[in-house]
């Protein structure tokens, strides 16, 4: 009898992270798979799946306008359970640190189903940073059975939690897999993509591309007005440079980046890139300024310093080996490490050219194997 694998992700990074993992799984004939999406981001998951021709067997379609934690939590855990008793699933496997993890986490342990946590570990130990995501990781490496854990560090932070070691297996990181595999289908002759024809008629690969990302809570309002004073410097300062920013479509981002970047000659605002679209440009990019988690992981194996515009993160290991650097909101620090990495190619190649603590590309094969043997 084949063994019963339920996956289950809501949000475009893990739909990226947890891709790998699904086709690993479909491509073994010991193992009976089924993908079910909560939708908690509906347009962005939807061009992940077809990027990475994966059609979900269930599709909860959750998503609503203006939908709170409260009503998202319970909607997720109701809506789980004529899945989870259609199927009664073996192990049901869930990524991270999103809320569709956490309320997935709590319907599976009421099925009966074994949790497995993909990416557990991470932490930065204040329960409150970055809200809800540090609370939903430690709530989900409560629940789970097993955690694979991306590095050493986050092993050591469960077993810190008294989780059994036979449980903790260190893969390396699934956006990796995920990275490499991406990289590869969009550098093909074959592959042709609206959004990177798009990018290539005012991108100018002459100049060197700073890419830039952010969202995160804990940045609006007055860090991203640093944040962009920032920009707006490196902007005028280097003529020579071209500042490319997906803006997220959240208001408080939107707005004021629109307002203090807007018609400035070498700063490019753009919609937010499906996946494709964003790791070509982050290839042909020079460096990175970012508050996203998965870039602090992907940026290294393609030799891209990156500057993190948060004060403390989960993933330390970068910090540690030199691959980015914690600049906060500090519009001067932020100005500062990058006139470094623009002027001084001693300093750039000494963070370019460093290993990718996150992993080898084979993340995933680590995980379906750790289970066969179980």
Excluded at 238 to 262: K, M, S, T
Excluded at 297 to 302: C, F, K, T, V, Y
């Amino acid at each position: 009898m084949k063994i019963k694998i339920l996956i289950v992700f809501g949000t475009r990074p893990e739909a990226i992270k947890m891709a790998p993992l699904v086709l690993k799984f479909l491509g073994n004939h010991n193992f009976e798979t089924k993908v079910c999406v909560t939708a908690q981001h509906r347009e962005m998951l939807d061009q992940v799946l077809d990027f990475f021709e994966i059609i979900p067997d269930f599709d909860l379609d959750l998503m609503k306008p203006n939908q709170n934690l409260y009503s998202l939590t319970a909607t997720i855990i109701e809506s789980m359970k004529p899945v989870l008793d259609e199927l009664k699933p073996d192990y049901v496997y869930v990524h991270g640190d999103t809320t569709t993890s956490m309320a997935v986490g709590i319907a599976a342990f009421y099925s009966g189903a074994k949790i497995c946590h993909v990416e557990a570990g991470l932490r930065t130990f204040n329960r409150q940073y970055p809200f809800p995501e540090e609370f939903n990781r430690q709530l989900t490496g409560k629940i789970a059975d097993y955690h694979f854990a991306p590095t050493i560090l986050s092993k050591e932070n469960l077993l810190a939690e008294n989780i059994h070691e036979e449980n903790i297996l260190v893969t390396g990181n699934t956006v990796i897999d995920a990275l490499l595999y991406g990289i590869e289908k969009v550098n093909s002759e074959n592959f042709k993509d609206g959004e990177i024809e798009n990018l290539k008629t005012f991108l100018d690969f002459q100049k060197r591309i700073i890419l830039v990302t952010g969202h995160r809570r804990e940045n609006h309002g007055e860090g991203l007005i640093n944040i962009c004073d920032a920009l707006k410097t490196i902007a005028q300062n280097h003529l020579d440079v071209q500042i490319i920013y997906p803006v997220h479509l959240n208001p408080n981002v939107v707005g004021p980046v629109n307002e203090l970047l807007g018609g400035i000659e070498n700063i490019h605002l753009v919609s937010p890139l499906a996946y494709p679209a964003f790791i070509w440009l982050m290839e042909k990019s020079y460096l990175i300024i970012t508050d996203s988690g998965g870039i602090q992981e992907e940026a290294p194996s393609l030799g891209k310093p990156v500057l993190v515009t948060r004060t403390t993160t989960e993933r330390p290991e970068a910090v540690n080996e030199g691959t980015v650097i914690l600049v906060g909101t500090d519009s001067n620090k932020i100005s500062e490490e990058t006139e470094k990495l623009l002027n001084n190619s001693e300093y750039y190649n000494g963070m370019s050219m460093l290993h990718n603590p996150y992993g080898d590309g084979k993340a995933t094969e680590r995980i379906v194997n750790f289970i066969e043997k179980l």
